[in-house]
C-alpha cells in the first residue's frame, strides 16, 4: 500500500514536472505581445504593396513582368482576360483536386498551370515574388470568403 501511494506520489509530480515545461515553453514559442497599431499600419503596407504588384501582374503589366523577370504569357493574354472578377479564381478552395490538371493541386499548382497552358506563358518560381505576389491579390480579392479547401 504504502509502494502504490509512493507510486502515485511520483506520477503526480512527473505530470506536474510535464505541464509546468509544457506551460514554459508555450510562453517562450507563442507571440504574446500584442501589435502596436504602427506595427498593424507597417504589415498592411507590405502587404498592400505586394497586392498592388499581384494586381498588376493579374492585370498583364509588361514593366512589371520586366521587374520581376518573369514572363506570364506568350499569347497576348492576361489572367484577367479569364477571370475579370478575381473572385471566380475561388482561392480559397485550394488544395483541392483540379480536373484541368488531373491532380491534387494547390493554388499556386494552379496558377503556373494557367501560365503554362493557356498563357503559354514561363512556369513561375512557386517560393518567388512574383508568384506571392499573385497568391497576395487573389487572397485580398477573395477577402471575407469563408475557406472551404477540396470543394468544387
Known amino acids: 500500500m504504502k509502494n502504490q501511494k509512493l507510486s502515485d506520489v511520483a506520477m503526480g509530480v512527473a505530470v506536474a514536472i510535464v505541464l509546468v515545461v509544457a506551460l514554459a515553453a508555450e510562453e517562450a514559442w507563442a507571440h504574446k505581445a500584442p501589435h502596436t497599431r504602427e506595427q498593424l499600419a507597417?504589415?498592411?503596407?507590405?502587404?498592400?504593396?505586394?497586392?498592388?504588384?499581384?494586381?498588376?501582374?493579374?492585370?498583364?503589366?509588361?514593366?512589371?513582368?520586366?521587374?520581376?523577370?518573369?514572363?506570364?504569357?506568350?499569347?497576348?493574354?492576361?489572367?484577367?482576360?479569364?477571370?475579370?472578377?478575381?473572385?471566380?479564381?475561388?482561392?480559397?478552395?485550394?488544395?483541392?483536386?483540379?480536373?484541368?490538371?488531373?491532380e491534387f493541386a494547390t493554388l499556386r499548382d494552379m496558377i503556373n498551370w494557367c501560365v503554362e497552358k493557356p498563357n503559354e506563358g514561363e512556369k513561375i518560381d512557386p517560393s518567388g515574388r512574383a508568384m506571392k505576389a499573385l497568391e497576395a491579390y487573389l487572397y485580398w480579392s477573395n477577402r471575407n470568403s469563408k475557406l472551404d479547401p477540396g470543394r468544387h
Open 42 to 102: 507597417a504589415f498592411d503596407e507590405v502587404f498592400m504593396a505586394e497586392v498592388r504588384t499581384g494586381d498588376a501582374l493579374f492585370h498583364g503589366d509588361p514593366a512589371v513582368e520586366k521587374a520581376l523577370g518573369v514572363k506570364l504569357s506568350s499569347t497576348g493574354m492576361a489572367c484577367a482576360m479569364c477571370h475579370p472578377y478575381t473572385s471566380d479564381t475561388h482561392p480559397h478552395e485550394f488544395p483541392k483536386f483540379q480536373e484541368q490538371m488531373n
